[in-house]
T-cell receptor
Framework: DAGITQSPRHKVTETGTPVTLRCHQT?????MYWYRQDPGHGLRLIHY???????DKGEVSDGYSVSRSKTEDFLLTLESATSSQTSVYFC?????????????FGPGTRLLVL | RKEVEQDPGPFNVPEGATVAFNCTYS??????FFWYRQDCRKEPKLLMS???SGNEDGRFTAQLNRASQYISLLIRDSKLSDSATYLC???????????????FGKGTKLSVKP
C-alpha cells in the first residue's frame, strides 16, 4: 500500500468552527489531491497541488483552502465549517507519467458538521 | 450530460456469474481510462487501466471504444470478494496538451451472493 495517512480519521465539529485535515505521504510524490465523496455525487476534486506551495482549485473549492509547505504534507482547511461540508474526505497522491497517472488514496476522513 | 456516467446498480449476482459494467464519457478529449474498486467505507484503489486494444487481468477484462466513448469491465467467475463499488475514471487532457485531472463516475455497486 502507498504510504499515505490522513488525520484525523473521524471528526465531529460545529457549524462555524475552523477545521484542518492533514494528509501525509512517505512516497515523495509531486502531486497531491483532496477529494470529497458524497452519496449521489461520487468523488469530486476540491484542490490539488503540483509541488511545494503550488496549488490550484478543483471542481468544488468554495469554502476550502489548502496549503503545502513541504512535499510530504498537504493540508485542507475549512475556514468556517457548514453542514453542507459533512462528507468523507480523501487525499490522493500521484506522480504523473507522460500519458497516464495512477492515483493512490489515503484511508479517508469522515467529517460531521453539526 | 454528465462527464462520466455509470449504471448505479446495485448488481446482485450469484457466485460464478459473469457480470459486465458499462461506462460512457462525454469529453472526446479524454486520454486515459481506468477502473477503480472501492470497498464499503474504504478508499478507492486502482483495479486496472483500460487500453485502446483492450486488456485482461485474470478474470477481469476491460474494453475501450473511443468512437462510441464507451468503456466496459467484465468480471468472469465472480467471487464473494468481488463485492464492491466499481468506479469508471477518465483523464482529460488540458488545453495545452498536458494531463488534466481525473474525472470519476459515481460507481456501480456489485454484490456477489453465495
Amino acid at each position: 500500500d502507498a504510504g499515505i495517512t490522513q488525520s484525523p480519521r473521524h471528526k465531529v465539529t460545529e457549524t462555524g468552527t475552523p477545521v484542518t485535515l492533514r494528509c501525509h505521504q512517505t512516497e515523495n510524490h509531486r502531486y497531491m489531491y483532496w477529494y470529497r465523496q458524497d452519496p449521489g455525487h461520487g468523488l469530486r476534486l476540491i484542490h490539488y497541488s503540483y509541488g511545494v506551495k503550488d496549488t490550484d482549485k478543483g471542481e468544488v473549492s468554495d469554502g476550502y483552502s489548502v496549503s503545502r509547505s513541504k512535499t510530504e504534507d498537504f493540508l485542507l482547511t475549512l475556514e468556517s465549517a457548514t453542514s453542507s461540508q459533512t462528507s468523507v474526505y480523501f487525499c490522493a497522491i500521484s506522480d504523473r507519467g507522460l500519458y497516464q497517472e495512477t492515483q493512490y488514496f489515503g484511508p479517508g476522513t469522515r467529517l460531521l458538521v453539526l | 450530460r454528465k462527464e462520466v456516467e455509470q449504471d448505479p446498480g446495485p448488481f446482485n449476482v450469484p457466485e460464478g456469474a459473469t457480470v459486465a459494467f458499462n461506462c460512457t464519457y462525454s469529453n472526446s478529449a479524454s486520454q486515459s481510462f481506468f477502473w477503480y474498486r472501492q470497498d464499503c467505507r474504504k478508499e478507492p484503489k486502482l483495479l486496472m487501466s483500460v487500453y485502446s486494444s483492450g486488456n485482461e487481468d485474470g478474470r477481469f477484462t476491460a474494453q475501450l471504444n473511443r468512437a462510441s466513448q464507451y468503456i466496459s469491465l467484465l468480471i468472469r467467475d465472480s467471487k464473494l470478494s468481488d463485492s464492491a463499488t466499481y468506479l469508471c475514471v477518465v483523464n482529460v487532457m488540458n488545453y495545452g496538451g498536458s494531463q488534466g485531472n481525473l474525472i470519476f463516475g459515481k460507481g456501480t455497486k456489485l454484490s456477489v451472493k453465495p
